[in-house]
């Protein structure tokens, strides 16, 4: 299972782990022991002298389909609200204390949108569509997005993304600042780790600081992770959802 995320720190790119989806057959979808590793990664990172940054990146065509629909649809029937994997990994997303950057070559759904939020920096292929169907399957948003996403990109925009779950083109996102440069599909894996070797030679207290000076209060995110959470779960258990996952499923 732990071979469905690949955690390495490529020698060509010093200071720099990498943390990249391997589940092509299921388009990237993330199960949750998946999301245990990635925030075991994360947490790791900050104590580590060897890691100064940390690259999200996909496989070909696909970043990830978002999370695994089938642990959505036992969560529902179970009873169960947002499993505990899954706020951990945002919990140490949002509270990461190095530079993160991504890099998106394709679908890129649900948290496979919502995750480049809390990235500093993101690199898209012009192939790349970012989408969050989460009303439509009787949900809400997640990850902080209802908060992180306005300020971001304004009201109209946050709406049409996480509300009317309208898809955005790789330019569509690098113009609601979801995005930093768009490139050819090919381009992305070595960009994106370059771009996090640069920042890892950059001098880390002074990175340190200026990074929490940019990205702000940390614990005004969290509490909206939380509050989000208390109505994903509750969304989760209503027979609205069930429903939308079944129709979803035997599509």
Wanted: proline share 4%; charged share 25%.
């Amino acid at each position: 299972m732990t071979d469905h995320i690949i955690v390495e720190q490529p020698s060509a790119y010093p200071g720099v782990q990498s943390i990249r989806f391997n589940r092509p057959e299921k388009k990237n979808a993330i199960t949750r022991a998946m999301y245990r590793t990635m925030a075991d990664a994360l947490n790791a990172a900050n104590t580590s002298p060897d890691i100064r940054a940390t690259a999200f990146l996909g496989t070909e065509g696909c970043f990830s389909a978002g999370n695994d629909l089938n642990d959505f649809l036992a969560a529902a029937m179970g009873g169960r609200g947002l499993e505990q994997e899954i706020l951990d990994f945002l919990y140490a997303l949002v509270n990461a204390e190095k530079p993160v950057v991504s890099g998106v070559d394709g679908l890129a759904v649900g948290i496979g949108t919502t995750i480049h939020l809390h990235c500093d920096l993101t690199i898209a292929s012009n192939r790349s569509q970012f989408r969050t169907p989460f009303v439509d399957l009787a949900l809400v948003p997640e990850a902080g997005s209802s908060l992180v996403a306005p300020r971001l990109m304004g009201h109209q925009r946050a709406f049409a993304m996480l509300a009317a779950g309208e898809a955005f083109s790789a330019e569509e996102a690098k113009e609601a600042g979801l995005v930093w440069k768009v490139v050819e599909p090919g381009e992305v894996d070595s960009l994106t780790l370059a771009t996090a070797a640069k920042l890892a030679a950059k001098p880390p207290e002074a990175l340190r600081i200026a990074r929490d000076l940019i990205r702000g209060d940390r614990g005004e995110i969290i509490a909206r992770i939380d509050e989000e959470a208390r109505y994903f779960s509750a969304r989760l258990k209503s027979a609205e959802a069930r429903a939308a996952f079944e129709a979803f499923m035997r599509r």
